[in-house]
C-alpha cells in the first residue's frame, strides 16, 4: 500500500509567477486536504477536495486554487506568488470524514 | 473563530524528566489530535481523542481530553533524547469527524522540545 506522496519536493520561484503542486493521495482515500505550514507556525487549513469538487476551504484567498482527478490525485495552484507564500506545502490524505495521512511535503522558497 | 494555544512553545529538558505540555482551545470540539513534526519533516500522527475523559498511552508519551475544560495535556515520561521534536496539537472544529472534514484542522503553533543527553 502506497502512502501519500507529494512533489516536487523543493522548489524556488520569483515574486508573481505562478506554481503547481502535485499529490497522490493513499490507496483507497478519496478525499484530499491542503495545508500550508509557514516557517515555525502551524499548519493551517487552505481547502479539501472530495469527488473532484472543493469540499470545503480555509481563509486563502482566490488566487490558490486546486484541482482533484477521477484517480483522486490533487494538485494545488498558487497564482501571483507572494514573499508570504514562502512555506512547506502538506497534502493529506483520507476516506471522507476519516483520519488524516500526511504526505512529505513541497517546500516552495519565493524570492 | 476557533484559536488553539500551545504552551509552552518552546522547551528544553534533561533526559529523564517528566514534563507536560498544554493545549487550550477555544470551541466545544470533543476531537482533538496530537502530531509530532521531525525538522523538515511531515507530520506523524501520535494520538487521537475521541471524547471527554479520553486518555491514551504510548511509550513514554501520554495524551488527555478534558472537553469541559477545553484542554487537552501531551505528558512525557522520563524523557529520551529521540522524543526531541515540535508537538502540535490540532482540533477539528465540526468536533464530529476524524480529521477529514469539510473545515480541516485547526493547529496551535507549536511546542519545539529539546531533550538534552
Known amino acids: 500500500e502506497t502512502g501519500v506522496t507529494q512533489s516536487p519536493t523543493h522548489l524556488i520561484k520569483t515574486r508573481g509567477q505562478q506554481v503547481t503542486l502535485r499529490c497522490s493521495s493513499q490507496s483507497g482515500h478519496n478525499t484530499v486536504s491542503w495545508y500550508q505550514q509557514a516557517l515555525g507556525q502551524g499548519p493551517q487549513f487552505i481547502f479539501q477536495y472530495y469527488r473532484e469538487e472543493e469540499n470545503g476551504r480555509g481563509n486563502f484567498p482566490p488566487r490558490f486554487s486546486g484541482l482533484q482527478f477521477p484517480n483522486y490525485s490533487s494538485e494545488l495552484n498558487v497564482n501571483a506568488l507572494e514573499l508570504d507564500d514562502s512555506a512547506l506545502y502538506l497534502c493529506a490524505s483520507s476516506l471522507k470524514y476519516g483520519e488524516l495521512f500526511f504526505g512529505e511535503g513541497s517546500r516552495l522558497t519565493v524570492l | 473563530e476557533l484559536k488553539v494555544e500551545q504552551n509552552p512553545l518552546f522547551l528544553s529538558m534533561q533526559e529523564g524528566k517528566n514534563y507536560t505540555i498544554y493545549c487550550n482551545y477555544s470551541?466545544?470540539?470533543?476531537?482533538l489530535y496530537w502530531y509530532r513534526q521531525d525538522p523538515g519533516k511531515s507530520l506523524e500522527s501520535l494520538f487521537v481523542?475521541?471524547?471527554?475523559?479520553a486518555v491514551k498511552q504510548e511509550g513514554r508519551l501520554m495524551a488527555s481530553l478534558d472537553t469541559k475544560a477545553r484542554l487537552s495535556t501531551l505528558h512525557i515520561t522520563a524523557a529520551v533524547h529521540d522524543l526531541s521534536a515540535t508537538y502540535f496539537c490540532a482540533v477539528d472544529i465540526e468536533g464530529r469527524y476524524s480529521g477529514g472534514g469539510a473545515d480541516g484542522l485547526t493547529f496551535g503553533k507549536g511546542t519545539h522540545l529539546i531533550i538534552q543527553p
Open positions: 481523542l475521541l471524547s471527554n475523559g
Open positions: 470551541t466545544t470540539s470533543d476531537r
